[in-house]
């Protein structure tokens, strides 16, 4: 059977927790920490989807995990990837300073003429001048460009507790169930092996009369020591008329201060009480294209809106579908004492604001800073100007000034220097590296010699399984250590009518 196989390239750009409590089992007690807590918020047309992805931090071997909803949900899995490629998306945007080289030739050149006037004292010709300032823009255009490359680095009345759905999702073992009294629910949850501490009796009871439902899920792992572990995340829908983050049951087990990460999208810039903003932008909507006579969803371009802000490009197909309807993604983050978490986060949406945060690479800064230090030293040598207007000034004055302004330059470069957020810049030919070793372990792994015993690769499981085997034994993929999911700098394997496709996100 022949196959052609293709290369997608997606450009994108902590602990993970949602609200609930998690519980050791009842024959293997163990200490649980909850430090923080992340959560993905999703709200359109009545309809609120919960993202969440758990980090075990405990001992023991099985776990229970309650979350509650105020109305009955739908539980299923997200893959992996998810969340880091979330955190990527709200990554700073990397700002180039593109004034920096304007600033710096003009105020240079200026500099030069000003300070050929103030300690010469003599009127230099127009033709002197340029070759001055010629020289200036030869010397910047040799030297400075160095600095700018990137470097790498419904209860019924029968039974006290209705399970009203029992299924394996993922790695999970889920129950969603309700009850009338919180001693059955209690009881319920003993019974399934789970202990369930004095402290959560209380928000419980709350939910309990409130009508609210809980999702128990539950997951087992092999080792009984204290380690971390990190499953899929778990994904709910439920209808509700206002988004709703719980916050109850998170507060039995939360001895300190716990940090909170909501990433919320909806129709607007979203706002809780208690919660920062710390980013808010638009999605860039998807398009809609035709590929061998079927639809198919494509992620928008991320190019600049009308006022200039660069919406967020949600590339990643399990995003999207998650995000489904929302028009605004904001990412609000706080810190909550246990007695500050007495009451769920009640979010709202107002209109949408462009509130980005940004960093720009080391070298990018330093180039800024000696504009910044040049514009200084301009400034400083004209107020000179105008102080000594009409007087005759000493040499050793001139020598103090000149001193005081090359000073304040210095003082103001290395202030901007520190001040102007930074990040180590990988070098952007990376991807395209990352399209070429790909493509050549998917050559590899789909190349048949019967007489070599090499058999035809026939299903998608038998590509996967011969491309790990390349990436792991071939020398020049070794180096970059390629590794399957669908997060950033990790490729994935999908399949379509008569075509295998190599889908790589870049961070």
């Known amino acids: 059977m022949t196959r052609w196989i293709s290369l997608t390239l ?47 931090d405990a001992a023991g071997s099985e776990f229970a995990w309650v979350v509650p909803a105020p109305a009955l949900p739908q ?38 003429i000003l300070l050929d006037l103030l300690f010469l ?35 019924g009345p029968s039974s006290p507790v209705d399970v009203h759905e029992r299924s394996i999702v993922g790695a999970y073992d889920v129950a969603v169930i309700s009850a009338r009294d919180p001693t059955p629910l209690n009881q319920w949850l003993t019974e399934n092996g789970f202990a369930v501490p004095a402290a959560l009796d209380a928000p419980i ?41 719980p916050m109850r049951l998170t507060a039995a087990g939360v001895t300190d201060r716990l940090s909170l990460d909501l990433y919320v999208f909806g129709p607007g810039t979203a706002a809780a009480p208690g919660l920062d903003l710390a980013s808010s932008d638009a999605i860039t909507p998807a398009r809609r294209a035709l590929a061998g006579g079927h639809a198919i969803t494509l992620a928008g371009s991320s190019q600049p809106a009308d006022d200039g802000s660069k919406p967020l490009n949600l590339t990643h197909a399990g995003l999207r579908a ?35 945060p940004w960093v720009t690479g080391h070298d990018n800064a ?10 200084a030293c301009l400034l400083a040598a004209i107020a000179t100007i105008v102080q000594w207007r009409g007087r005759v000034v000493p040499a050793h004055a001139r020598r103090s000034a000149l001193a005081a302004i090359a000073g304040a330059g210095l003082l103001v470069g290395i202030v901007a220097f520190v001040a102007l957020p930074q990040i180590s810049l990988v070098a952007g030919q990376h991807i395209w590296r990352a399209r070429s070793d790909l493509m050549l ?32 034994n071939e ?17 994935h394997l999908t399949e379509d009518v008569g075509c295998w496709n190599v889908v790589y996100t870049d961070a």
């Open 441 to 472: 372990a998917a050559s590899m792994a789909s190349w048949s010699d019967p007489d070599l015993g090499e058999p035809e690769v026939r299903t998608l499981e038998a590509l996967r399984t011969r491309m790990r085997y390349w990436i792991i």
């Open 75 to 112: 539980v299923s899995a997200a893959t992996p990837g998810t969340f880091p490629t979330l955190r990527a998306v709200f990554a700073p945007r990397i700002d180039p300073l593109p004034w920096r080289w304007p600033l710096a030739i003009a105020a240079a050149a200026v500099l030069v």
């Open 366 to 375: 330093a180039t800024a800073a000696i504009a910044l230090a040049l514009a």
């Open 121 to 155: 004292r003599r009127p230099g010709t127009a033709g002197g001048w340029v070759s001055l300032v010629a020289g200036l823009v030869l010397l910047v255009g040799l030297f400075l460009p160095a600095l700018g490359k990137p470097r790498g680095v419904g209860p």
């Open 10 to 56: 997606l450009l994108t750009a902590a602990l993970c927790r949602a609200d609930g409590i998690v519980l050791p089992r009842t024959i293997d007690p163990a200490s649980v920490t909850i430090p923080d807590q992340q959560a993905l918020i999703s709200y359109a047309d009545g309809i609120e989807t919960l993202a969440i992805e758990t980090r075990f």
């Open 322 to 356: 998650l995000t489904a309807g929302a028009t605004h993604a904001t990412k609000l983050t706080g810190s909550f004492a246990p007695a500050d978490m007495s009451s769920d986060i009640q979010l709202s949406f107002g209109p949408p604001r462009h509130v980005r």
């Open 475 to 491: 020398p020049s993929l070794m180096e970059h250590g390629y590794t399957e999911g669908d997060g950033p700098e990790q490729y």
């Open 205 to 245: 009871a709350q939910y309990v009369r409130e009508g609210w439902f809980f999702v128990a899920s539950r997951i087992r792992r092999d080792a009984a020591g204290r380690a971390i572990m990190t499953p899929h995340p778990l994904v709910m829908r439920f209808a509700c008329a206002q988004p709703v983050y």
